[in-house]
């Protein structure tokens, strides 16, 4: 039978109503909460339909370097655009307000973070570049063919070639080799390439005196048997303290003494390694795995500054 509810019931009634929907209300809040904190700290994620992919590398020091050349990345639409991704992968010792700095100049890059902690002492000192190989390994399964940028490449807007053309060239020309670079140096490998290298490749002093050296900090690399055949021994070389980084290898070399291709003066670390394992793997046939391009200009910049 139908008892009209007396004023206090009815008070209680109403609170416990509201109670409960403020309990509700505040569940539903912070579930979202939850959901867009989790949506805020999961990094860009790159499209799975996208094929191709462009990998920078930057620590601390080369931070206004990196800057610089992220900018003229604009130049090119496909990244511009976002057509393609880039993927800058950061050291640790990069702050979140460089990380700040970066993404205001270059919107249009995805910053992620990469560590050596687990590798070995003499693989940690970013100055002997053993860890640039594996790094661009860490990300090559995501891609069919991915394009490593140094600091200190600069792009210039495409005449003869676009971007995709570039990439596309990975599956006619290059398909073979699975890799492509872009710029040629004015010395021989000889005078840049430790002796202690040797040991590690099977490539004559000849074959280095014959051949000029081509530019690491800019080439096409595909997920493909071929790539891998390459990638692998770069990243065996890295892990062996003889090789890569030898004892007493030293960047620094006298420009004058180069041109004569007479002795070893210097040596050019992950550079002449590649040069040495696409010698080994192809010989002196250049078409190969090299055909320039007018996209690139590479920059060494002396000082710097934004
Ligand atoms: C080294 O390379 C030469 C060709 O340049 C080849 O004939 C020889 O079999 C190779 N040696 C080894 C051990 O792979
Ligand atoms: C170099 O390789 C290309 C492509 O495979 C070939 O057409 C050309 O004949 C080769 N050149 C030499 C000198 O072997
Ligand atoms: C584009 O131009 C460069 C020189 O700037 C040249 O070496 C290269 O072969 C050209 N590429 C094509 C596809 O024509």
Not at 111 to 137: C, I, M
Not at 179 to 184: A, D, E, S
Not at 188 to 211: G, I, L, R, S, W
Request: aromatic fraction near 14%; glycine fraction near 2%; charge should be positive.
């Amino acid at each position: 039978m139908y008892q009209p509810l007396n004023e206090a019931s009815r008070k209680y009634l109403y609170f416990t109503n509201v109670r409960k929907n403020l309990f509700l209300m505040s569940i539903v809040t912070m579930i979202m909460l939850f959901v867009l904190s989790l949506l805020s700290k999961t990094p860009p994620s790159v499209p799975p339909s996208s094929k191709y992919g462009i990998i920078t590398l930057f620590s601390k020091n080369h931070l206004c370097e990196t800057i610089h050349s992220c900018q003229t990345y604009a130049t090119i639409p496909e990244i511009k655009n976002k057509i393609i991704p880039l993927i800058a992968l950061y050291a640790s010792d990069v702050s979140k307000k460089d990380l700040e700095t970066y993404h205001y100049h270059c919107p249009y890059v995805q910053l992620r973070p990469f560590t050596v902690s687990s590798y070995p002492e003499y693989f940690k000192d970013l100055k002997n570049y053993r860890f640039k190989f594996p790094t661009v390994a860490s990300v090559l399964p995501e891609f069919k063919t991915i394009m490593y940028v140094d600091a200190s490449i600069r792009f210039t807007a495409p005449k003869n070639e676009t971007l995709t053309d570039m990439f596309k060239s990975m599956e006619t020309q290059f398909a073979k080799t699975g890799f492509r670079l872009l710029g040629k140096s004015f010395h021989h490998n000889y005078p840049v390439t430790h002796p202690d290298m040797y040991a590690f490749f099977n490539v004559t002093e000849k074959q280095m005196k014959e051949t000029n050296q081509f530019h690491s900090g800019l080439y096409f690399l595909n997920n493909s048997p071929a790539g891998w055949k390459v990638m692998n021994k770069m990243i065996q070389c890295a892990l062996q303290p003889k090789c890569m980084a030898p004892k007493g290898a030293k960047a620094r070399c006298n420009y004058r003494l180069l041109k004569e291709n007479k002795h070893i003066l210097c040596h050019r670390f992950d550079q002449s390694a590649l040069n040495m394992r696409l010698i080994e793997l192809y010989g002196k046939n250049e078409t190969l795995y090299y055909r320039p391009s007018s996209i690139v200009n590479i920059v060494q910049m002396s000082k710097c500054s934004l």
